[in-house]
């Protein structure tokens, strides 16, 4: 049955809290081995009932649209149980910010365009070589997520999503494995898969040669898919969940110069078809353009409404959520500014070095200090200003905030990894560990 909107503010009118109702249409279409192995439909909906009863909270939810009055219940019996936090919540805005993020011509998109295009896609990188091995998956979606709340707060945004992401997996002469990755991720309409084949190409035709490394401390070019995977620890410590807790790092470093001050990162939650962009958070709180960091400088971290409670702090409109779980402080889409270099410049500076594009797994560290130690799964040895061949058995280690203070320089090409456009950034003096 559909979600009543109007018993919904009914029983908020009287309390104390919000509700947040999710609606996903998702189609995945998945590819293995180069053959069409599923399509996938999936339609959810669900409600998330968060209530202060007695400045304590109680959360419930439920899938089931006529289970909201029993939802709400359940919400007021666990507050007993809950945590002392008598958070306000916000009003209706005197204004909204028109973001692009619904492509209504996804609505014509077929899940026979899909597989088309899947087709197409596998025969571009076949192209390459027939030998490599293609999973590929393909997702469109529409998303619509309402939050009411106490304060007379009645919001509700709709949302497209488009992404692909692709696999080959190539066995080289030598019999190693060789893993070729790329994705998309938008909510806009866009079947140009031209540059991840490209990449693809590239990569390809750079590893068909091997070099070694001894181990050592070398400058490293981070390609923007695995410079993602660094920049994710990092914003762990921006979090105001973490810097609450103690375990931030950098928890009392605002106003201090913490990196390189050729290093900036924003929270950038406007951007036109971006796949995190929304004009407010899960929490009804407007979502606004922050530096977090400015040329090496600490200016602010992220938080939600409970964050910005226990800390006397204004919300800074990241409270994200599921309609099943509590808000959380978290990014919406990341921003790196460009350099000056382009990348074949960038490489040219290098007698020796390392330009890695993928990293094999998460690896093991503390992440919550910023520690990282990876393995090398698509990394590149850099001679005399030119690639020389793929490296293997290698890892790299140290701490996010250690090796970004060493950044020599970041490219003009940029590159949208899921929720964040990121450079080819270059630094100085990484640990690299090799078996060679």
């Not at 409670?309 to 800074?316: D, E, G, K, R």
Request: glycine share 8%; aromatic share 10%; net charge negative.
């Amino acid at each position: 049955m559909p979600v009543n909107f109007i018993k919904i503010k009914d029983l908020i009118s009287s309390r104390k809290g919000d509700v947040i109702v999710e609606r996903e249409n998702i189609t995945t279409v998945k590819f293995e081995n180069d053959k069409l192995v599923s399509i996938n439909n999936t339609e959810k909906e669900g409600i998330g009932v968060r209530l202060i009863v007695n400045s304590r909270v109680g959360t419930s939810s439920t899938n089931d649209a006529s289970k909201i009055e029993e939802t709400f219940q359940k919400a007021e019996e666990i507050s007993k149980f809950g945590e002392e936090l008598d958070i306000s919540f916000p009003k209706q805005p005197s204004f909204s910010i028109p973001i692009k993020i619904y492509d209504s011509s996804l609505e014509n998109v077929n899940e026979r365009d899909m597989v088309e295009l899947g087709e197409e896609i596998i025969g571009s990188i076949k192209e390459i070589d027939p030998s490599i091995v293609v999973n590929l998956t393909i997702e469109k979606g529409f998303i619509t997520k309402t939050i009411i709340n106490s304060s007379g707060l009645d919001l509700s945004f709709d949302k497209t999503i488009w992404g692909i992401s692709v696999e080959g997996v190539y066995v080289g002469r030598d019999e190693s494995l060789l893993w070729l990755y790329d994705d998309k991720h938008t909510s806009r309409y866009d079947i140009d898969f031209s540059s991840m084949v490209s990449h693809i190409r590239n990569i390809y035709f750079f590893a068909q040669t091997s070099a070694k490394v001894q181990t050592g401390k070398y400058p490293v070019i981070f390609a923007p898919n695995c410079l993602y995977d660094l920049i994710k620890i990092m914003t762990i410590s921006f979090s105001a969940e973490n810097v609450y807790k103690g375990i931030s790092p950098v928890g009392d470093k605002i106003g201090h110069e913490i990196l390189s001050n050729k290093f900036s990162l924003a929270d950038s939650p406007h951007i036109e078809w971006g796949i995190n962009s929304q004009p407010f958070d899960d929490e009804g709180v407007l979502t606004n353009y922050k530096e977090i960091v400015s040329n090496g400088i600490l200016k602010t971290f992220v938080n939600d409404l409970r964050t910005a409670y226990l800390q006397n702090q204004t919300p800074t409109g990241n409270g994200f959520r599921s309609f099943s779980s509590l808000p959380k402080p978290s990014f919406s889409n990341i921003i790196i500014p460009r350099g000056e270099y382009t990348l074949k410049e960038m490489i040219s500076l290098l007698d020796r070095g390392l330009i890695v594009y993928q990293f094999l797994g998460g690896g093991q560290s503390n992440i919550n200090a910023g520690e990282f130690s990876v393995n090398v799964e698509t990394g590149f040895y850099i001679e005399n200003g030119k690639i020389t061949g793929r490296v293997k058995d290698t890892m790299l280690f140290g701490n996010v905030f250690e090796i970004f203070k060493k950044v020599i320089q970041a490219s003009k090409e940029t590159k949208n990894v899921y929720n964040a456009v990121l450079p080819y950034i270059m630094v100085d003096s990484v640990n690299v560990s090799s078996e060679v």
